[in-house]
């Protein structure tokens, strides 16, 4: 009880209040420990100036911090031959061309729209980070096929500022075609983390750099049909309500929009979303229905339909990878330029929401007797109820404004457009992928 007073007296009960004890046991015990009281201090010092060295020498290949993918791997970028190469890659070679930084252009939608540019002389950049979200080797196949065309992809992530900076001090983008992203709405229950990080983090990211570029980009960047959610009311239109999302995919993409409104107000960014309706067609993402369907339906596994409550229909309005392309095209044709400078806003800039759908949803069931009509194989069908995972009922796209403002008009039905991803996925898959392209 003591020796428990004793100590309690030496803590001080105020500033200035710290009372002496002159015995010199004590005396020396104070020396000793004002001295590991230096030492401790100096020891920090040490120590924090060490971090501060690491941390702020610049390295020339930066990795990305990225907590929440699986397998980044490590870039390479830089140097005189990289730089040379990548302005090749974005030089216009048409008369009023464009020169477009497109990022995940390993992509489904990003591969296609690649290399129409390229096709009509633009000049693009691709910019990827090859994560495995799915089979990386499609990703490669496809890198492939846009280098035969004469695109080079950079590889990283849309989270390295670093990166991003250096692409547009090397490349005067007039425009940005932002595909990359992490899709898909059922995997978001898996790794929300991914969604935050692509659609949201790598999204701000990338705005910043657009911002702070000299000349600022025009951007045109995919937003999702599934940003409507529960609305029921049919078809979309872009003035329906978006702030019922089902899934933290369509949450994420919401919320892009948000950020992108938030971008043009402030730094004059021009900024154009499209609310893409179930992109389907050859070089399409294995994650989704009618790609794995296809396979297991080849493979004789059963394959799981949805249906809604009282055996209610699902469906979707796919919407062919062709007129996704015509519609990507128009809106970056008909972007207006950004308004701002040096980071500042010098006036108001283009903000624009586009539908891009077909208008004639089709029941899943539908989709899966076309596949059994092409693939000459009966399905193995097993129907059950509508999982809680963030998919929605129905989606129908009222493409009217898209119409009017980009001449935007689908022309594939299902029928003939699955035609062409069959073709496709027996080339690519039978011929051990050399047939493709
Ligand atoms: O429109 C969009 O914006 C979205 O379209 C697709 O999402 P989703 O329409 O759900 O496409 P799939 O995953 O291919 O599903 C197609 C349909 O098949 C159904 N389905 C899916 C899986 C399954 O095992 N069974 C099944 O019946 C789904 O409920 C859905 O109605 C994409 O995966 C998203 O990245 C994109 O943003």
């Known amino acids: 009880m003591l020796k428990h007073m004793s100590y309690l007296d030496n803590i001080p009960s105020a500033p200035g209040k710290f009372k002496m004890d002159k015995s010199p046991y004590v005396h020396n015990k104070l020396r000793w420990h004002s001295s590991l009281m230096k030492l401790t201090f100096w020891s920090f010092i040490f120590l924090a100036l060490i971090f501060i060295f690491f941390y702020r020498s610049p390295s020339p290949n930066p990795l990305p911090q990225d907590p929440s993918r699986r397998s980044l791997g490590t870039y390479n970028w ?98 940005v075609m932002h595909l990359a992203a992490q899709a898909g709405v ?39 049909s599934s940003v409507y959610g529960l609305n029921s009311k049919v078809p ?47 070089w399409g993402r294995p994650d989704m229905a009618y790609f794995f369907f296809t396979r297991d339906i080849l493979k004789g596994k059963t394959i799981s339909i949805f249906e809604a ?44 929401i586009y539908n891009l759908g077909n208008t004639s949803p089709v029941p899943v069931s539908d989709l899966v007797s076309i596949l059994e009509r092409l693939l000459k194989v009966n399905a193995k069908r097993k129907v059950i109820k509508l999982p809680q995972n963030g998919d929605v009922r129905f989606t129908h796209a ?18 003939t457009g699955l035609k062409k991803f069959v073709r496709w996925y027996l080339s690519y898959y039978s011929g051990e992928k050399k047939a493709a392209g």
Request: hydrophobic share 35%; glycine share 8%.
């Open 78 to 175: 830089g140097g005189p031959a990289w730089e040379k190469r990548v302005r090749s890659s974005a030089r216009i070679r048409s008369h009023d061309g464009i020169s477009v930084l497109v990022t995940g252009a390993a992509g489904f939608v990003g591969t296609h729209v690649s290399t129409a540019l390229k096709r009509r002389g633009d000049g693009v950049l691709g910019l990827d980070n090859f994560n495995d979200y799915y089979d990386p080797s499609l990703k490669r196949a496809r890198q492939a096929l846009l280098d035969r065309s004469g695109v080079f992809i950079v590889e990283g992530d849309i989270n390295d500022s670093t990166l991003l900076s250096k692409l547009f001090e090397v490349v005067a983008f007039t425009h």
């Open 309 to 352: 409550a009282n055996h209610g229909t699902v469906a979707r309005d796919f919407t062919y990878i062709d007129d996704i392309v015509k519609g990507c095209l128009a809106a970056l044709d008909t972007a207006e330029k950004s308004t701002g400078t040096g980071g500042k806003k010098k006036g108001p800039a283009q903000f624009r």
């Open 186 to 224: 059922r995997y978001a229950l898996e790794n929300p983390s991914s969604y935050v990080h692509s659609n949201i983090a790598g999204l701000v990211s990338l705005l910043e750099a657009c911002k702070s570029a000299n000349p600022q980009p025009a951007i045109v960047w995919a937003s999702s």
């Open 236 to 282: 979309f239109s872009e003035k329906d309500r978006t702030d019922q999302p089902a899934s933290l995919y369509a949450a994420t993409k919401k919320a892009g929009e948000e950020i992108a409104h938030t971008y043009n107000h402030i730094y004059g960014l021009s900024l154009t979303a499209l609310r893409f309706f179930t992109v389907y067609g050859p």
């Open 398 to 415: 009222n493409i009217s404004l898209a119409q009017r403002e980009l001449g935007y008009k689908p022309s594939t039905d299902l029928q």
